[in-house]
C-alpha cells in the first residue's frame, strides 16, 4: 500500500474497516488503481472496527478469506464453532446445530475484529495497487457521465479524488449514503449488546450457544480453551445498570440467565456496549456507485450475520468488477452495478428478515410467542429439512454464491466457474 501519491483512481474505497479492506484485498490481482479514503489515521489499535468485539465468521467466510489468501494468517486467532447449541430461558425448546451433519471440520470460527484487522492491514501493506488516504472524511461528493468527484478533507486541507466507481464501505453511519441523500430504513430496537470476555469453570468443547433470555438474546461464543465471549443484549434503558454492576455482580446475573451449561463463570473481562439498530439503506447502486457492508445493512448481532453479509458482497462486487473488464466495460456503468444489486437483494432479504423476526420473536414473552418458538425450537431439531435449511444459513452456504465464496478465483466466465 502506498500513500498518498495520485488523485485518480478506478475503485475509489471511503471506509477502510474490516468490509472496504477485504474489496481492496480481493481486488489485490486486478490491474486496478485503488484508493482507500478511511477517516481515522491507519493504525489497528485505534480503528473503531478493528475493536475487541468477536466475530461469529461463517464457513462461507473462511472460503472468501481463503481465496483472498490471508485466512492462514487468521487461523493462529480463530477458535472452530463444532455446534451451536439454541435454547430458550425457561422453557423446553431447544436445537443442535452440528459441524458433522455439513461434513465440514467448523460450522464458523470466532475471531476478534482486532486479529481480523491485524491481518487485513498487513496485507494491505503488501499491495502496491492501493493507495491510502487517512486520515480523510468525505465532505463532497459529485458525479460526471465519466467519473465520481470525491472532496475530503485531509488534515484541514480540501483534496479532490476522481474515480470511475465509488464504493461506499463507510458503516452505519455512512457519509457517501448522507451526502448523496439516499433513504434509508432505520430500525431502534431499543437494546443495546454488551460484550466481555468470560472465564468458565468448564471447557466449552467448541459450542456456541445463544440463549434466548427474557431480556434479551444472549451468546456465549468459543475462545481459548476456558474462555467464551458473552454477547448480550438488554433493553436500552438497563445498560446503566448492567454496566455499572461489580464484577461479581455481573457474572451472577449472566449465570442467573445463561444457567450452568459451562459450570460456574469465574472472571470477567472489561466490558463494552452497542446499541442496537437495523439500518438498511434504500439503493445499493446508482451510477458510478455501490453501498456494501454496514453502510448498505446494519444489523441486530444476535445471529452473527452482519460482516458475513458484508463480505459477501465483497465477494460479489470484486467478481461483477472483474467479469466487467473481462468484457472490456465500464466498472462503473449502472447496468454493471445493477447486477451486483439484484445478485445481493435475496441474501440480503433473507438474512435481514432472518434477522429481524429473531428479534422479534425472541424478545416477546407473550405465552403464545414462547409457545411458538419453543415449538419452533423444536422443529428445528427435529426436522431435517429445516435443520438443514437453518444449518446453510448460518454457515453463509445459502443460495447462488459468488466465486470467492466457492473457493474459486475471481478469474472465470460471467457466472460460470
Ligand atoms: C456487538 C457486536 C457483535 C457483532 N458480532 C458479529 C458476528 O458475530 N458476526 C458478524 O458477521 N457480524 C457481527 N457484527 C457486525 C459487524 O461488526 C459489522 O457488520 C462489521 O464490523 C461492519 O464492517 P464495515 O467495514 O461495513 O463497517 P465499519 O466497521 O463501521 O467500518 C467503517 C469504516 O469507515 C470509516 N469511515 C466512517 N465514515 C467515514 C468518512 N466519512 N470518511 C472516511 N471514512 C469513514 C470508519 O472510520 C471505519 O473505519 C457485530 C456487531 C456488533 C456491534
Same mark, same amino acid.
Given at each position: 500500500m502506498t500513500n498518498q501519491t495520485q488523485n485518480d483512481f478506478d475503485v475509489l474505497i471511503v471506509g477502510g474497516g474490516m468490509v472496504g479492506a477485504s474489496l481492496a484485498i480481493a481486488l489485490r490481482d486486478q490491474p486496478l488503481r485503488i484508493g482507500m479514503i478511511e477517516a481515522? #489515521?491507519?493504525q489497528v489499535e485505534d480503528q473503531p472496527g478493528y475493536d475487541d468485539r468477536t466475530i461469529a465468521l461463517a464457513w462461507g467466510s473462511r472460503r472468501i478469506f481463503e481465496s483472498m489468501g490471508v485466512w492462514q494468517a487468521m487461523t493462529p486467532d480463530a477458535t472452530a464453532i463444532k455446534t451451536i447449541h439454541v435454547s430458550d430461558q425457561g422453557h423446553f425448546g431447544f436445537t443442535r446445530l452440528d459441524a458433522r451433519q455439513q461434513q465440514v471440520e467448523a460450522l464458523g470460527y470466532v475471531i476478534t475484529a482486532r486479529s481480523i484487522g491485524k491481518v487485513l492491514t498487513q496485507q494491505l501493506a503488501k499491495q502496491a495497487n492501493v493507495t491510502l488516504i487517512s486520515p480523510a472524511t468525505v465532505t463532497n461528493i459529485d458525479f460526471s457521465n465519466t467519473c465520481t468527484t470525491v472532496t475530503v478533507d485531509q488534515e484541514g486541507q480540501s483534496r479532490q479524488y476522481t474515480s470511475s466507481l465509488l464504493v461506499g #464501505?463507510?458503516?452505519?453511519?455512512s457519509t457517501v449514503r448522507e451526502l448523496l441523500s439516499i433513504e434509508t430504513t432505520i430500525n431502534d430496537y431499543g437494546q443495546t449488546a454488551i460484550i466481555a470476555n468470560l472465564t468458565t469453570e468448564k471447557a466449552h468443547n467448541h459450542i456456541a450457544f445463544e440463549r434466548f433470555t427474557r431480556t434479551g438474546p444472549m451468546a456465549l461464543l468459543p475462545l481459548d480453551k476456558n474462555r467464551c465471549a458473552l454477547v448480550w443484549t438488554v433493553e436500552t434503558s438497563q445498560v446503566d445498570e448492567v454496566m455499572s454492576l461489580d464484577d461479581d455482580a455481573f457474572l451472577q446475573a449472566v449465570q442467573k440467565r445463561f444457567g450452568y451449561r459451562l459450570g460456574k463463570l469465574l472472571k470477567v473481562g472489561k466490558r463494552d456496549a452497542y446499541p442496537l439498530c437495523l439500518v438498511r439503506a434504500q439503493?445499493?447502486?446508482r451510477e458510478r456507485l455501490a453501498l456494501v457492508g454496514n453502510a448498505a445493512h446494519t444489523l441486530h448481532p444476535v445471529g452473527g450475520q452482519g460482516f458475513n453479509l458484508g463480505l459477501r458482497d465483497v465477494a460479489t462486487l470484486a467478481q461483477v468488477i472483474v467479469e466487467a473488464m473481462q468484457m472490456e466495460k465500464?466498472?462503473?456503468?449502472l447496468p454493471i452495478l445493477n447486477h451486483y444489486a439484484d445478485w445481493r437483494m435475496n441474501d440480503h432479504d433473507r438474512v435481514i428478515n432472518f434477522t429481524d423476526n429473531l428479534v422479534k420473536l425472541f424478545s416477546n414473552d407473550s405465552l403464545l410467542l414462547s409457545f411458538a418458538r419453543n415449538i419452533g425450537l423444536l422443529a428445528a431439531d427435529v426436522l431435517p429439512p429445516v435443520k438443514k435449511a437453518l444449518l446453510r444459513r448460518t454457515m453463509g452456504i445459502h443460495g447462488y454464491l459468488p466465486r470467492l465464496a466457492r473457493g474459486l478465483s475471481l478469474q472465470g466466465n460471467w457466472h460460470g466457474t
Open positions: 481515522v #489515521a491507519w #464501505a463507510d458503516g452505519v453511519q439503493e445499493q447502486v465500464d466498472i462503473g456503468h
